[in-house]
Structure formats: C-alpha cells, structure tokens
C-alpha cells in the first residue's frame, strides 16, 4: 500500500529557510492532492498546503507569504520549503495524501495517507 | 466563516454511546471527514464521505450530518478509543483545508 515518509533537517536557527521532502512509496503519485500539515506541541492540526498532481498549490493565507511546495514526479516526492522561519514554526511537520470526490451535490475531501510526522526545532 | 469548530473535550463511560460534533459553514457543502490520533502517533482518517471507513476501522465508528453540523458517533465506545478526534473540510470558495481545533475524548 501506499506509504509516506518525510525527511528534514531537524534542528533550524531563526530566519533560515526549512526544507521537507516527502517520498511516496507503493503507489501513483499522479490523480491525488499532496499536502503538508503541522503540529505544535499540545496543539491541534493546521494546514500548510497542498499541490495538486497537476502542479496546482494552495496554500494556507497565514503562510502564504513564506511557503512554497512542488512535486517531482520523477523522483516520487514532494517538498515544502518555508523561509524566514522562527520558534512559532516548531511542530511536527507531517505529509498526507489527499483525495476529493463529488457525491450528488455534496463535496468530500479527506487524507486517507499520513506519513508519521517529522519534528521540526527551530532555536 | 472558513473555521471548523469542536468542543474541546468529551467522556463516555466505557460500553457507552458518544457523539463529537463539528459545526461550520463548509459543512453545507462537503461531508465532514474525521481522524482519530492517539498520542505520539499520526492521525488517521476514520471517516470520509457521507459514511464510509477505511479498512481496519471497526463499524462502531458512524458519521452524520445536517446542514452546518456533522457528528462522528462512536457506538459502543472501548478504552482504545481515547484519543483525539479532528474533522476537515474544506473552504468552498479557496478551497482552503480546515480543521477544527479537535475534541479529547476520554473513556471512563
């Protein structure tokens, strides 16, 4: 089945610029949503972004300012990148595989894939 | 509104029926989708559509809905199912992901 795994740098100063692949393994990378989440420490789930296998971002309007994502098809991966960062940007980063679906009138879009998350500690 | 909003927490004593509730204005137009997270661990979707589980998700788990406000129904509630439950949609106009801010559920 399909399986994601993030990778990252871990540890950040203030002001760098983060890097985070995702690699998707088992499955097509083409027909769904590729999207980042976050965490912070006792917190609940934000939304960063997704791009879509067509190329297509969209990304949440708090970080639009300093994020960016991509898809590399040929390498089976997809990435975040957000610059300027800081300690409010300390979490972990997770990537999920997203699907949306019409039913009648009514719109459906879940994350069925997660991968296990990777921290992030920018100090 | 573009938010999704939860009760911060609930108890079922065990055996029991709970029901978490998400309400927004997005609910209007897209099914509620719900996760489960246990501590340490990445979410995991429960609930997507009008109400469909994942494969390995036990049938005690339902979802609902009627106009701003979806439920996700646990019947029969078990100690595993402590844990923290979100629900998304998303933003009909941006198609932005939300979010609620996730409901602790505790079994006693």
């Known amino acids: 089945q399909v399986q994601l795994q993030e990778s990252g740098p871990g540890r950040l100063k203030p002001l760098e610029t983060l890097s985070l692949t995702c690699a998707v393994s088992?499955?097509?990378?083409?027909?769904?949503?590729w999207a980042w989440i976050r965490q912070t420490p006792g917190k609940g789930l934000e939304w960063i972004g997704y791009?879509?296998?067509?190329?297509?971002?969209n990304y949440n309007p708090s970080l639009e300012s300093r994020i960016s994502m991509s898809l590399e098809t040929s390498k089976r991966q997809f990435s975040l990148r957000m610059t300027s960062v800081s300690a409010a940007d300390t979490a972990i980063y997770y990537c999920?595989?997203?699907?949306?679906?019409?039913?009648?009138?009514?719109?459906?879009?879940?994350?069925?894939?997660w991968g296990t998350g990777t921290t992030v500690i920018v100090s | 509104s573009s938010e999704l909003t939860q009760d911060p927490a609930v108890s079922v004593a065990l055996g029991q029926t709970v029901r978490i509730t998400c309400q927004g204005d997005?609910?209007?137009?897209?099914?509620a989708t719900w996760y489960q997270q246990k501590p340490g661990q990445a979410p995991k979707l429960v609930i997507y559509?009008?109400?469909n589980r994942p494969s390995g998700i036990p049938d005690r788990f339902s979802g609902s809905g009627s106009g701003n406000t979806a439920s996700l129904t646990i019947t029969g509630a078990q100690a595993e199912d402590e844990a923290d439950y979100y629900c998304?949609?998303?933003?009909?106009?941006?198609?932005?992901?939300?979010f609620g801010g996730g409901t602790k559920l505790t079994v006693l």
């Open positions: 999920a595989r997203g699907e949306s679906m019409v039913r009648g009138t009514t719109l459906y879009f879940y994350m069925d894939v």
């Open positions: 088992g499955g097509s990378i083409s027909s769904y949503y």
């Open positions: 791009v879509y296998y067509t190329g297509t971002t």
């Open positions: 997005s609910l209007r137009s897209y099914f």
């Open positions: 559509g009008e109400n």
């Open positions: 998304n949609s998303r933003d009909t106009t941006s198609l932005h992901v939300l």
